[in-house]
C-alpha cells in the first residue's frame, strides 16, 4: 500500500471548538527534494521574466493593452482633424482628466454671446441661462495715462468730468480751449487720469517755469508717475512738444454757460418769448436760481456796471472767458447795468460763486463773484442801482467783478455794448 500522504485518524481536541483538525503526513525526503527543485526553477523563469518586462520599451500608442482612451462625447459638429486625447499607462500614477478639443473650443469662442445659440446646441457644452444680461460690471481702478475720449451726441463737459470722477475744469485745461465753446460729436479729447492740468510745451521751458505757471511745487511734476522724469530737477529744460501731467495744477479761470429756458406767456403768440417778455428761468436746479419770472422786454439805456476809476481791466473776452473781469477792493459796489428783474440771485455751483443775473427782454447781463448781494429774486431794479459788492466766491484768484452780456443767451463781448 502507498503511504504518500496517508492521512491519520483524525484527533480531537475536546477543548478547541474550531472543528475538526486533520494530519498530514510528510512525504518521504526524495520526494521533497524534487519538489524543492521545481520549486526553485519557477521562481528562477519567473525573475527571468521581471527582468525581461523591466528592460523591454514602452509599448507605443497602437499598444492597445498599454493605453488608455478618454475623450468627451462626440459631438456632430467636431472639426475633423479632432483626435481623442491619449494618455499612455505607465507605472507612475497620473491624475487623468478629460479635455475638450482645440478645434471645438475655437469654436466655441468664436461664436457670440446669444440666448437662443445656446440652447439649441446639443453637444451638451452650452448651459442655457434664464437671465441674459449682456454688460459686465468693471470694478473702479485707478488709471495711469491719459486716455483720449470720443464726444458723443449729448455729451457735456460736466457729464464727462462726472464720468471720470474729474473735476470740468480739469478737461479744460487738458484740451483745446475751444471745446468750452461747444462740444463737436466725433471729436477726440483728452483725459486726465487725476485733476489738474496737460500742458504741451511749446517753446523751450523748465520743469520750474512749468510749474509757476500752473501754481504747483515742480516736484509734483517730477514725481508724478505720470510723468517719466525719473532724475531730474526742477532747473531741467522740457524739449518743445513734451506733453506734461500737472497733478493738481490750475490754469485759467473759467466761467460756464449756464442753462435758460424761457416761455411765451403773451397772446401774440410770439415765438420768442425772451424778447416779447414772458417769463424766463436761469439755471434751474441751482441754489440761486429765482425759479420762473416775468421778463420786463426790451431794455433802456446802457450804463457801465462799475464806476470808472474804481476798477483795474483784468481780463476780456474769449471763447472760453465770457464776459471782461474788473479787479477793484473786495466791497467796491457793482451797478445794474440796465434796468431788468432779477431771475438769479445766490450761490452758483458753475464758477461764478455769488452771483446776479438780470433779465432785460432778449438780454440778460451776470454779475459773478460777489461778496455781497443786495437784491432779491424777481425784484426790478433800475439802470445804475447796486446790486452788490465785488468778491472772490467762486473760482476767482482774487476780488473782482465778472460782467457778462448775453444775447438770447448767447454770450456777447461787453465791449461791443458799453465802454471800459
Known amino acids: 500500500m502507498n503511504d504518500r500522504f496517508q492521512p491519520e485518524e483524525p484527533q480531537i481536541d475536546p477543548m478547541e471548538d474550531t472543528g475538526r483538525v486533520e494530519v498530514i503526513r510528510a512525504a518521504p525526503r526524495p520526494t521533497r527534494i524534487a519538489a524543492s527543485a521545481l520549486m526553485l526553477l519557477a521562481a528562477l523563469a519567473l525573475t527571468i521574466a521581471t527582468v525581461v518586462m523591466v528592460l523591454a520599451p514602452a ?42 478639443d482645440p478645434g471645438l473650443m475655437a469654436e466655441l469662442l468664436g461664436e457670440p454671446v446669444n ?16 437671465v441674459y444680461n449682456p454688460f459686465t460690471i468693471i470694478p473702479d481702478r485707478p488709471r495711469s495715462e491719459v486716455i483720449e ?16 470722477g474729474l473735476k470740468p475744469e480739469t478737461i479744460a485745461w487738458s ?77 485759467e479761470t473759467i466761467t460756464w454757460t449756464a442753462r435758460v429756458e424761457t416761455r411765451d406767456t403773451s397772446t401774440s403768440g410770439a415765438q420768442n418769448a425772451q424778447s416779447s417778455g414772458g417769463q424766463i428761468i436761469f439755471e434751474p436746479g441751482d441754489p440761486g436760481s429765482c425759479g ?79 461778496s455781497s448781494i443786495n437784491v432779491g429774486c424777481g ?13 472772490a466766491s467762486g473760482n476767482a484768484s482774487g476780488p473782482h467783478l465778472h460782467f457778462e452780456i448775453r444775447y438770447n443767451n448767447v454770450a456777447q463781448d461787453p465791449t461791443f455794448t458799453l465802454p471800459f
Open 115 to 130: 440666448s437662443e445659440l445656446a440652447s439649441s446646441r446639443t453637444d451638451g457644452i452650452a448651459v442655457v441661462r434664464n
Open 292 to 370: 420762473w419770472v416775468d421778463n420786463p422786454g426790451n431794455p433802456g439805456a446802457w450804463t457801465n456796471p462799475m464806476n470808472p476809476g474804481s476798477y483795474q481791466w483784468t481780463r476780456g473776452f474769449s471763447s472760453w472767458h465770457t464776459g471782461v473781469d474788473l479787479a477793484g477792493p473786495e466791497g467796491t459796489p457793482a451797478f445794474a447795468a440796465n434796468g431788468g428783474t432779477v431771475v438769479f440771485a445766490g450761490w452758483n455751483s458753475y464758477g461764478y460763486g455769488n452771483a446776479v443775473v438780470l433779465a432785460h427782454g432778449p438780454f440778460m447781463t451776470l454779475y459773478g463773484h460777489l
Open 175 to 251: 484740451n483745446d480751449r475751444s471745446i468750452i465753446g461747444g462740444l463737436r460729436p466725433g471729436r477726440m479729447i483728452n483725459i486726465l487720469p487725476v485733476d489738474g492740468a496737460y500742458w504741451t510745451v511749446v517753446s523751450e521751458q523748465t520743469i520750474q517755469q512749468v510749474a509757476d505757471q500752473f501754481r504747483v511745487d515742480p516736484y509734483a511734476i517730477i514725481d508724478s508717475e505720470y510723468n517719466d522724469m525719473f532724475g531730474m530737477t526742477p532747473e531741467t529744460v522740457l524739449p518743445v512738444g513734451a506733453q506734461i501731467v500737472v497733478p493738481g495744477g490750475e490754469a
Open 59 to 100: 509599448p507605443g500608442p497602437t499598444d492597445s493593452s498599454q493605453t488608455v482612451v478618454l475623450s468627451t462625447a462626440a459631438p456632430t459638429n467636431l472639426p475633423p482633424t479632432s483626435q481623442p486625447t491619449q494618455v499612455s499607462a505607465t507605472s507612475a500614477p497620473v491624475m487623468m482628466q478629460a479635455t475638450l
Open 149 to 164: 475720449y470720443e464726444i458723443q451726441e449729448g455729451d457735456t463737459i460736466f457729464s464727462i468730468a462726472e464720468r471720470y
Open 379 to 391: 425784484q426790478y431794479v433800475s439802470p445804475g442801482q447796486v446790486i452788490g459788492g465785488i468778491g
